[in-house]
Nanobody, 113 residues
Framework: EVQLVESGGGLVQTGGSLRLSCAASGFTFDDYAIGWFRQAPGKEREGVSCISSSDGSTAYADSVKGRFTISSDNAKTTVYLQMNGLKPEDTAVYYC??????WGKGTLVTVSS
């Protein structure tokens, strides 16, 4: 059974930083692309970033390029999202996704002015 558990969300002020974690289990980690999505109040869920655990390739949404960094620790089967220079527009529930099929339950990030 695939399981994805997010953690690391919280309340920060504009310009602050957070590191989100996605602990994965129940599948062959190296065979999956792992991504982060987010959904803000009143908006559709959008892709933020993804990483291939097999070759380390990454991709980012234009809105977070230069501020967010995705990484993986294959030994811990965990993917991280380092978020710097946070803005109020980043406020959302952040979800971990495996191969665009499996989802975690989300972790809330709130950025205040």
């Amino acid at each position: 059974e695939v399981q994805l558990v997010e953690s690391g969300g919280g309340l920060v002020q504009t310009g602050g930083s957070l590191r989100l974690s996605c602990a994965a289990s129940g599948f062959t980690f190296d065979d999956y692309a792992i991504g982060w999505f987010r959904q803000a109040p009143g908006k559709e869920r959008e892709g933020v970033s993804c990483i291939s655990s097999s070759d380390g390739s990454t991709a980012y949404a234009d809105s977070v390029k230069g501020r967010f960094t995705i990484s993986s620790d294959n030994a811990k089967t965990t993917v991280y999202l380092q978020m710097n220079g946070l803005k109020p527009e980043d406020t959302a529930v952040y979800y971990c996704n495996a191969d665009f099929e499996y989802w975690g339950k989300g972790t809330l990030v709130t950025v205040s002015s």
